[in-house]
């Protein structure tokens, strides 16, 4: 034997040997879109390991497959909530794959402490929420009703301004 071969024996020989990463196993994480850490940990490995494979053909085209199994996954759950009603889906899946968006900005004005206002602003309250909200209008007429004669009040007297301590 050369002194080449010898050499190039015991260099493997001592070489760490390359990590028993199952193919299958390895896509089926990809599927769950397991991060390179969590793969590495699964197989014993360091992530180093596993973004150096990813280099090799056949390891990344396993990922890329697990990984795109795994999307279409969660997109056919996503369609599965949206066929059973789920309004929230929808505007989600609207917004996402057909680029849908929210029209129109909404008002944001100041709401006026119901005390500040006059009967007449009270009273356009009142039927502006009888409008928006007709099943509202029973109970709008019933406290229109009720308070359509508001007594006034009787103002009450001045009290004296308040004394100096020293005056008597």
Known sequence: MSEHKAIHRIRRSLAPRRADIDLIELEKLC??????????AWFGVATRTIERRRKEPEFAEVMLRGKAKGRISVRR?????????????GVWLGKQLLGQVEQGAAEV????????????ELNEVLHLYAQRYPELADEVAAIDAQFSEIEELPVKAALPAPRKPNER
């Open 109 to 120: 004005r100041p709401v006026p402490r119901l005390r500040d206002l006059s009967v007449e």
């Open 31 to 40: 599927q769950l879109q397991c991060t390179d850490e969590e793969i590495g």
């Open 77 to 89: 759950m996503q369609m599965k909530l949206l066929e059973q009603g789920n309004a929230t889906m």
